[in-house]
């Protein structure tokens, strides 16, 4: 089955601490976006490639790392500069040719640092 | 002021019952409209698209762009309990990566 895999489901770190997400795709998708979301809000941008080894901040990228060595993995790293960073991770990929509009989701990882 | 605004509910409605859920918008450069359905701690899903303005329909659901108003809807009819969910608007300009998403209206369709 193609899809968006994002591992693990649930994370707790201590603060100070650096964390790793791990999102997958076997879509054969080109583009892959992080976003956050919290509650009662709308998901916000934090980054996005289009293509392997480049990617581009979002509007919330300050606190956040990426790397996009293979098409089919964008790991994103929470920073200990990331001030406030228990939230909702989505991961998502788009077909080139269909622009960014025809996003696919993963499932999620809930962070919660203490 | 937001780039999209959506009315965050929550909306409860009987079983059967037509849903109407709406977003507006100020940029009036955005030429694609999505909806998209999300199940509590699961991640979104691509309910319709529509490029420019008009309607489109899918089954139960119809999406339907006014941009004349900078106004847009998805309409639900013979609701199901399985309906319930979050329902999230997005919005871009044709050749932007970037996705502006409302912040979701919480819809429970009661048996």
């Known amino acids: 089955d193609g899809g968006i895999t994002q591992s693990p489901k649930y994370l707790f770190r201590k603060e100070g601490q650096n964390v790793t997400l791990s999102c997958e795709q076997n879509l054969n998708h080109d583009a892959m976006y992080w976003y956050r979301q919290d509650p009662g809000q709308g998901l916000r941008l934090i980054y996005y490639s289009q293509i392997v080894n480049d990617f581009q901040k979002g509007d919330i990228a300050e606190g956040y790392s990426v790397s996009r060595e293979k098409k089919e993995s964008f790991p994103l790293t929470v920073t200990s500069a990331q001030k406030n960073p228990t939230a909702f991770y989505l991961c998502a990929s788009s077909p080139w040719e269909t622009g960014s509009y025809e996003q696919y989701f993963g499932p999620g990882t809930r962070l919660t640092v203490t | 002021q937001k780039e999209v605004e959506q009315d965050p509910g929550p909306l409860s409605v009987p079983e059967g019952a037509i849903v109407s859920l709406n977003c507006t918008y100020s940029?009036?450069?955005?030429?694609?409209f999505m909806w998209y359905r999300q199940y509590s701690r699961k991640g979104p899903e691509l309910l319709m698209y529509t490029y420019s303005s008009g309607n489109k329909e899918d089954g139960r659901f119809t999406a339907q762009v006014d941009k004349s108003s900078k106004y847009i809807s998805l309409f639900i009819r013979d609701s199901q309990p399985s309906d319930s969910a979050t329902y999230l608007c997005?919005?871009?300009?044709?050749?932007?990566?970037?996705?502006?998403f409302g912040q979701g209206t919480r819809l429970t369709i009661n048996p």
């Open positions: 940029n009036s450069a955005f030429q694609y």
């Open positions: 997005a919005m871009n300009i044709q050749g932007a990566q970037k996705l502006v």
